[in-house]
Nanobody, 123 residues
Framework: QVQLVESGGGLVQAGDSLRLSCAASGRTLSNYAMGWFRQAPGKEREFVAAVHRSIGMTYYADSVRGRFTISRDNAKNTVYLQLNSLKPEDTAVYYC????????????????WGQGTQVTVSS
């Protein structure tokens, strides 16, 4: 079992930055691909970013590529999502997830989920 706890969300203005953290316990994150998803009010949860289980390659949704950066610190058993140049449409609950696959962009590919952290971007 892997327990995931997100933090770092908040209320910011358009153009600001945030760094989300996802701390894991129970298992070492180096054995998992890690992903971030988000869910805006009234919308389905969508893929944001992922990092490959072993080779460190990263993947991004088109809507965030160039603005968001996913990274992992295996020594701290933590995954991060750096959010830059935030837009009001980035407002959502952000979830981190762990997958035993090499990587994934679908919810069904992830085995463990955190509870989420709210990001609100005002215009």
């Amino acid at each position: 079992q892997v327990q995931l706890v997100e933090s770092g969300g908040g209320l910011v203005q358009a153009g600001d930055s945030l760094r989300l953290s996802c701390a894991a316990s129970g298992r070492t994150l180096s054995n998992y691909a890690m992903g971030w998803f988000r869910q805006a009010p009234g919308k389905e949860r969508e893929f944001v970013a992922a990092v490959h289980r072993s080779i460190g390659m990263t993947y991004y949704a088109d809507s965030v590529r160039g603005r968001f950066t996913i990274s992992r610190d295996n020594a701290k058993n933590t995954v991060y999502l750096q959010l830059n140049s935030l837009k009001p449409e980035d407002t959502a609950v952000y979830y981190c997830a762990a997958s035993s696959k090499l990587w994934g962009s679908k919810e069904s590919e992830y085995d463990y989920w955190g509870q989420g952290t709210q990001v609100t971007v005002s215009s």
